[in-house]
């Protein structure tokens, strides 16, 4: 029979402290890296642009970083969908971006760029 010694606990629960810290880190990395990507900047400008969008959402418009819990983030070599928490003084949502390229290719081409709020989705130029 295993011997169950204080040592042993101690020592499994700071394995367990190192192995949840080490994984929360690479997810919160992953989810900055795919939310500073030059697509997601430029889809990011968009929505500054565009009017509709900041009067809905109110200004100071702030992004928040894309969670890969969110089943509809999606990438691969030649398409994208990825979802951006966005949030303003009168409501939040999500800025939902739909791209595609080719393999060869390193710009990616915005398919569909929309504002998704409570009640309504609005399409971004």
Do not use: D, H
Request: glycine share 6%.
């Amino acid at each position: 029979m295993l011997k169950v010694t204080t040592g042993r606990i101690i020592a499994i629960g700071v394995a367990t402290c190192a192995i949840t810290s080490g994984s929360i880190y690479l997810r919160v990395r992953l989810e900055e890296n795919i939310g500073n990507q030059k697509l997601c900047q430029n889809c990011k400008e968009k929505v500054l642009q565009c009017k509709p969008a900041t009067v809905c959402l109110g200004e100071p418009v702030e992004f928040f970083r894309p969670s890969l819990a969110n089943t509809y983030n999606y990438i691969s070599a030649s398409k994208a969908t990825i979802a951006i928490p966005v949030s303003g003084p009168k409501t939040s949502g999500e800025l939902l971006i739909e791209a595609s390229k080719e393999e060869s290719e390193e710009k990616w081409t915005i398919n569909s760029l929309k504002l998704k709020v409570p009640n309504q989705e609005i399409a971004i130029k």
